[in-house]
Nanobody
Framework: QVQLVESGGGSVQPRGSLRLSCVAS????????LAWFRQAPGKEREAVAA???????EHAHSVKGRFSISKHNAKKTLYLEMNSLRPDDSAMYSC?????????????????????WGQGTQVTVSS
């Protein structure tokens, strides 16, 4: 069982920045595929960014150039650096983990593949 706990959300003005963190409770952290998802009210949960055990990353088109996913294996922590935030980035952000994703490059955004989920941290972008 893997527990994930997010932090770092909050309220920020447009064009502001936030850094989200997700701490995991597993001794095997370095072998997991990790991702950030978000869900706004009335919308489907969507993938934001993901990373492989080896550190390869993917970002959704809507956040490329503004958001950056990274991880620190020794700290068992996943990060999401968010810059140039816009009102449409407002959502509940959750981290997710799974020990294997077949054909990751093509399937990293499929939420059904991820086995473990955190409770989420709210991000609100508003003037």
């Amino acid at each position: 069982q893997v527990q994930l706990v997010e932090s770092g959300g909050g309220s920020v003005q447009p064009r502001g920045s936030l850094r989200l963190s997700c701490v995991a409770s597993t001794v095997d952290y370095g072998n997991y595929y990790l991702a950030w998802f978000r869900q706004a009210p009335g919308k489907e949960r969507e993938a934001v960014a993901a990373t492989t055990p080896g550190g390869i990353t993917e970002h959704a088109h809507s956040v490329k150039g503004r958001f950056s996913i990274s991880k620190h294996n020794a700290k068992k922590t996943l990060y999401l650096e968010m810059n140039s935030l816009r009102p449409d980035d407002s959502a509940m952000y959750s981290c997710a983990a799974v020990d294997y994703v077949p054909n990751w490059t093509a399937r990293w955004a499929e939420k059904s593949l991820y086995k473990y989920w955190g409770q989420g941290t709210q991000v609100t972008v508003s003037s």
